[in-house]
Structures are given as structure tokens and as C-alpha cells.
């Protein structure tokens, strides 16, 4: 099989060694000539998955005391509803910044079960830079961020932490990808099918004596208190994409952890919004000091050779950079299991782009 440089938004990359490993558990897990598919989920073995995980998660971002680490069903979407259920008071309200499609739909789950501010929009511009400098009313129950706007292809660069405002984040295009202080957090959530694993599982970091303060009755599902009382054992948890995110967390540590794939990260943004920025035939759609490392949306400076660059990227084994149908043009998801050498294949193919052209770059 030839070689597919896969820059997929979502579902997205997985590591090589991580697939196969995975797929090696899927026909003998642990050789215990069982599949991990057909094994009790209160097994030792799964145990020991879900624990290993946990401790991953925790030692990975530096969770500290008080915190739980759950893996959930529901994917982010949930979790829009999650956060009001557990966090917004009886008759209290929720801030938003409204930072894109994700964070509309998290504001639109506190507007169907209470009340809900826009503490500040970036909307006037199709999403494309972070609002700064806002105020969140002191009533709030809490300030709800999207830390990467992954349609949009901006990332929040500096936490609008906010005195005593509880803060909640959906992390879910770049948890594990860059050093962030779960102490800002009363809670954090993820899809896993970013950065860390299949589709199927949830990450939620949360604030435990945070929890059980809204006066609400919460569907037992919906309650995050259940699943910390069951260690994310409530009811069957997802045993695949968890283990397939366990996976992939140890993949993360044994190179380095944070510190090692931040630095990455860095490095392969550059590369790519350099050659955006210095090329004539493109053009980076997001504000330059709010640009995501992980989604880098640009769009053509001229159609006319819009088949031409096609036809050179599908050649040259790219897949998934497609723009989404609010941006248009081309986004490149570049999450942490992406080598630098694919984006030295999309970089040189806009090379070879414009000097087609005879544009000098
Ligand atoms: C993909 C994505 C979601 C949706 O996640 P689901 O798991 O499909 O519900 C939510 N927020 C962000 C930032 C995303 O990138």
C-alpha cells in the first residue's frame, strides 16, 4: 500500500504503531486468544485498561488532586448538555464565547435548559479570530470556552481565565497537543476522535466538590457524580476506543509527553503557515495571532488553478484537505499523530504550484 498523508479533520489520524497494536487486540488481546471486543468490561484485563488510561490522562497533563478523569459515551455533543446540566443553577445562567459551530451548539443546550449571555461573538467575521478583552457578568455560573475552533482554524492562545468564574472547556481538537493548567478548569471534555483515539469515547476532566451545587434534578446518565462513584463503570463503557486512547497516551509518553509533542506541533504549524504566508497562491483564512497548530484553513488566491493544485495533491497521496462547507478552500488537521514529513509533501506540492506559475515563492 502506498503511502496516504491523511489530513483528515475528524475522525482523524491515528499513530502507525498505535493501529497496529490495536488491531492486534482486536483477534488476541493480551494472549488471551479472546478478542478485547468479547471480554467482560469488569475483567481484570479491561480493568487494567481503564486504570492504565486514567493514570495516563493524569500524568500526561499534570491532573492534580480532586480531579476525576472519566471516559464516557456521548461524544463532545453530550457534553454541551452535561456542562448546563451539572454546572448551571436552577434559575442561574451561563456565559459563552462564541468562538464558532461548536461553540453555537454548546450555547444552544444552556438556552434550551435556562438562560445563557454571549459574553462576546466573533461571528461579524465568520469565526475568524478570537474575541479578547471581554467581561463575563459576575452572576455566571460559569464561562464556557472552545479552545479550538476546528472548522474555523483558530485556537484560543491565552486562557481568558476569569477570577472566580468556574471555567469549562470543550478541548476536543486540541486536548493532549499543547501544556495547559487543568487547575484554570472546572471541567474539560473531549471527543476522543481528534487527538486521541476512535470515535466513541468522551474525555471529561472535572473539579469533584464542584459538582451536586445546581439544585437540579439530573438524568442518572447525564450526572457526572455517577460515573465518578463507578470509576466510568456505571454501565458499559466504550472498551475499544478507550483502549485504543490508551494506546495512544502511552505513544505520547514514551516520546516525551507535552513538552516534546508542544514543540512538534510548533515546528509543523510553522512550516505550514510559512509556506501559506509566503506563497502568492494562498492565503490563510484565520487571524494570523489566533491561527490553530491544528486545523490550518486557507483558501486560493486565484480559482483558475484550483484543478491544478487538486489533481497535485490528490497525486501526491494527500487525503482530507478539503475545506468545511462554512470556509470553503482547503484545511489541513495536523493533530499530534501527524509526521512532519506529510507536511513537507503538502508544502512542496504548493511549491510546485506556483512555480508552475513562474511565481517566484
Ligand atoms: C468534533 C468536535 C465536536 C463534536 O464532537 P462529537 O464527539 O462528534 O459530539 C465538538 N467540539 C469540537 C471542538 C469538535 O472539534
New binding site residues.
Partial sequence: MSKVHNFS??PSILNQEVLKKASEAVVNFNNLNLSILEISHRSKDFVAVMDNAVALVKEILNVPEGYSVLFLQ???????LTTVLNFMKENGNGAYLNT?A?SK??LKEAENLGKMNVVASSDDKNFNYIPKGFTVPSDADYLHI??????FGTQIKDIPTQGNTLLIA????DIFSRKINVSDYAMIY?????NMGP?GT?LYIVKDDLLGQTGRNIPTMLDLRTHIAKGSMFNTPPVYPIYVSMLTLEWLKANGGIEWIEKVNQEKADLLYNEIDANPLFEGTAAKEDRSNMNVTFVLTNEDVKNDFDRMWNEAGISGINGHRDVGGYRASIYNAMPIESIHVLVNTMKQLANKYDLVN
Fill in positions: 479533520a475528524g456521548g461524544g463532545a455533543s453530550t457534553g454541551f464558532g461548536w451548539k454548546a472552545t479552545t479550538n475552533n476546528t472548522i470543550d478541548m476536543s481538537s473531549a471527543g476522543a476522535q481528534k470515535a468522551t
